[in-house]
């Protein structure tokens, strides 16, 4: 019977979330005290989430220990640390990799014996049907919620008491089970499985695993506490039975841990017995060292006004970018960056540009990159745009064909006595075509020459003979060049795999099965990784990965309705109306008004939440902004973009947050110049800058007229005028000078543009 270890210790707790130059002060004042109590290396130092960990790591190593040399702090996250446990209890335990997944969870449902469910069989013809169903499977794993939480199909009356998505969720859960089933047969865990297998033989104290985990440290220091999740909570009692144990955490700041589970940190803390409750000032050294924004950041996280008296000005301010589509929001913010960078001599790392989620990192950095901004975010895009993954894959084609004919050719048939064909000829053309166009010299003899009896070898053998690392690093800009190796690391990860499973077959067409399948059900940005240009660069990341990551300057991106809070809440899997009725889904699902009051400090009352599931989770995406806005030490950008309905037909559809603001006295959203006349940066924003005056000036007039304003058409006149006479008689690409003369009829209605 495992045994359930209390918390005993104290909680830390800021009322609001920190702003100002360090929002780690308070972990690195903690983390001092423990050292010079316990030793450096008696300190294990636990933060929830990985992103985040290397600025901790950074912080504390700045911090001395009495013989005056700098610590080694320990620092780790909960599913790291948790790593290390099940390596203690079995070295030989094998953590299932990201596509491994994807293949045997495939073969799990291809092998699935009960009906499926009409509402799955139809959803599984959405392209995100594989990923969505995916996330599902983890976060249920993670929180150990399967098929004993559904309720039973019929009552004892005869009727059905649980509601479609747990019908759904039934069989998805049964699927769950035999997948890891399968895992332990094979000797795999997969990482959402690690906290939760490894909570279990600490509490089981198995082969005496505990005494042998905690010997290593005498102290425990918790940070991001108001992110621990139960299971978390109970993994860290687990591991400070015997030892001192300070947990670090902030109020109205938890966006994950509210996702599964309801209530404030404060909430969680007193029902912990054994834990004690000490606030700590958010501001120990006062107002000086806080920014203009940090009254908003107050705002959003608690719903408390700025105090003020009448007449007062506005105490927290923050500015405002708005633009007209989402390109021209990333170009404006490209060019604020860089009149700030010539202004203040600012480096390019005091920057951060905060997107709504992951899978917008790639094309905003792109558009930062293409305007002459350098980026320092690293990451491993889906691999179907990968162009060095999809080499590969062209390669495998061609080899799989090269067996097929060898096959045919040793059993005396021909190709056209075989049938329908595994792969159109129009696929092994595009293969053909793709490396041809892509390696210099290329003829079937190479192909042949790299030819092996191991894919993984042959695969190693092209990469070496075709030079495509060189290549890559030739042609590519350092960022994209790194993530092309990442890529080109996975599929060498995936030929090792198909070498060493019994999943697939050994060869060629095992392999190409595997990468096709892992190809397609791949999501964006899945193997994410920051890191730092030697001449520095903007970060572009998630807005939830910078809770501790200040920067001088923050730009929020995609402020509009649309995205905070967004309507499509949890998951795409299921409808939102179907989510409510669902008791055994792994999240908040059905809230009361009173459990959306007493967890979101802006929610006046239960009298003023409408629907609970919606207020709820619009609140998550609420506090999401006020840790995005905490981040920015100096400058925080709040930017948004209109909607456009074809032609000059465009309207703002900002956030009702930023319409909150702006509407709360004593803060305030100060405007930034986009107009045409602003300094333009980057080669690319100076032809965007051209692509836009057609219509740009053709939307002044129509505004002008709309509202009985007298519009300047002589200035207009003579502007088209030059734009004519740069076209005819400047040195100017031909395919530039039509774009620019589409721009009319765009404008004139002619052509509607999707943006």
């Known amino acids: 019977m495992p045994t359930e270890f209390p918390l005993e210790g104290v909680c830390r707790l800021r009322p609001v979330p920190a702003t100002g130059s360090d929002p780690l002060e308070a972990v690195a004042r903690e983390y001092a005290a423990l050292a ?41 996250s909960v599913p790291e640390h948790a790593s290390k446990v099940l390596e203690e209890y079995d070295p030989t335990l094998d953590r299932l990799e990201y596509e491994e997944r994807i293949e045997l969870v495939s073969l799990v449902i291809e092998g699935a014996s009960r009906d499926v469910p009409d509402y799955l069989r139809r959803a599984a013809r959405r392209e995100s049907f594989a990923r969505d169903v995916g996330q599902l499977l983890l976060a249920a794993t993670r929180q150990r919620v399967g098929l004993e939480d559904v309720p039973e199909a019929e009552s004892a009356d005869g009727e059905a008491p649980r509601s479609r998505t747990d019908d759904c969720l039934a069989f998805l859960y049964a699927m769950n089970d035999r997948f ?32 042998r985990v905690t010997d290593s440290f005498d102290a425990v220091l918790a940070v991001e506490f108001e992110e621990f999740r139960r299971l978390d909570r109970r993994y860290l009692g687990a591991l400070t039975a015997d030892a001192d144990l300070v947990c670090l955490g902030e109020g109205h700041a938890s966006v994950e841990r509210t996702r599964v589970e309801p209530g404030r940190v404060a909430d969680v803390v007193d029902d912990e017995p054994g834990l004690a409750l000490e606030r700590i000032d958010s501001h120990p050294d006062g107002a000086a060292d806080r920014p203009p924004h940090a009254e908003l950041v107050r705002f959003l996280a608690t719903g408390e006004p700025p105090d003020l008296e009448a007449g007062d000005e506005p105490i927290g301010r923050a500015r405002r970018i708005r633009a ?81 004919d060898a096959d045919l050719a040793s059993e005396g048939a021909s190709e056209a006595d075989d049938g329908p064909r595994s792969r159109t000829e129009y696929d092994r053309e595009a293969a053909l075509e793709r490396l041809r166009a892509r390696v210099e010299g290329f003829s079937p003899d190479l192909l042949e020459a790299c030819g092996d009896a191991s894919v993984a070898r042959s695969l190693r053998r092209w990469i070496r003979r075709t030079d495509l690392k060189g290549r890559i690093a030739g042609d590519e800009e350092w960022v994209d060049a790194r993530e092309q190796y990442e890529g080109i690391r996975r599929v060498l990860e995936i ?29 964006p940005y899945v193997h994410s990784v920051e890191t730092q240009p030697p001449t520095g660069g903007v970060t572009v990341c998630a807005v939830e990965d910078l809770k501790y990551e200040p920067r001088a300057v923050v730009f929020l991106l995609d402020l509009v309705d649309d995205t905070y809070p967004g309507e499509q809440f949890l998951t795409q899997l299921f409808p939102s109306t179907w989510l409510r009725e669902s008791s055994a889904y792994p999240a908040v699902t059905g809230p009361s008004a009173g459990t959306v009051a007493e967890t979101f400090a802006p929610v006046d009352g239960p ?21 995005g806005a905490r981040a920015a030490t100096r400058r925080l950008y709040c930017c948004s973009y209109e909607r456009g309905s074809g032609g000059l037909r465009r309207s703002y559809d900002e956030s009702r947050y930023l319409k909150l603001i702006e509407s709360t006295p004593g803060l305030a959203l100060e405007d930034v110049a986009t107009e045409s006349n602003a300094a333009i940066y980057g080669e690319s924003n100076a032809v965007e800058a051209l692509l836009d005056q057609p219509r740009g000036e053709l939307e002044r007039v129509l505004r002008e007229a709309s509202t009985g304003g007298e519009a300047d058409l002589a200035a207009t006149e003579e502007l088209f005028e030059e734009i004519a006479l740069v076209l005819d008689e400047g040195d100017v690409d031909d395919e530039l000078a039509e774009a620019v003369r589409s721009q009319f009829e765009f404008a004139a209605g002619e052509v509607v543009r999707r943006d």
Not at 185 to 208: F, M
Not at 340 to 347: A, K, N, Q, Y
Not at 372 to 401: H, K, M, R, W
Not at 496 to 520: C, H, K, N, S, Y
Request: glycine share 6%; charged share 35%; with cysteine.
């Open 180 to 211: 890891h089933d399968e895992l332990e047969d094979r000797g795999y865990v997969e990482r959402a499985d690690v906290i939760p297998r490894a909570l279990s033989l600490l509490e089981d104290d198995a082969d005496g695993l505990r005494s």
């Open 36 to 76: 010079e109590e316990h030793g450096p290396r008696n300190v294990l130092v636990l933060k929830r989430h990985p992103s985040g960990q290397e600025s901790v790591r950074r912080r504390l190593a700045a911090v001395h220990s009495d013989d005056g040399g700098p610590s080694s702090p320990r620092v780790e």
């Open 324 to 404: 007209r589509t989402p390109r021209e929001q990333v170009r404006a913010v490209a060019t604020e960056i860089g009149a700030l960078e010539d202004r203040h001599d600012w480096s390019y790392d005091a920057f951060a540009v905060a997107v709504p989620s992951i899978e917008r990192v790639p094309e905003t950095r792109r558009r930062l990159r293409e305007a002459g901004i350098p980026t320092a975010t690293i990451g491993t895009p889906s691999l179907a745009e990968d162009p060095a993954v999809n080499e590969l894959y062209a390669f495998v084609t061609l080899q799989c064909e090269r067996a097929r």
């Open 607 to 627: 009298d003023a939440v409408g629907d609970p599931f919606d207020a709820y989770h619009a609140q998550r995406a609420r506090r999401r902004l006020a840790l």
């Open 495 to 523: 030929a090792d795999f198909v070498e060493e499973t019994d999943l697939v077959a050994p060869d060629w067409d095992g392999l190409r099965r595997m990468l096709r399948r892992t190809i397609q059900y791949d999501a």
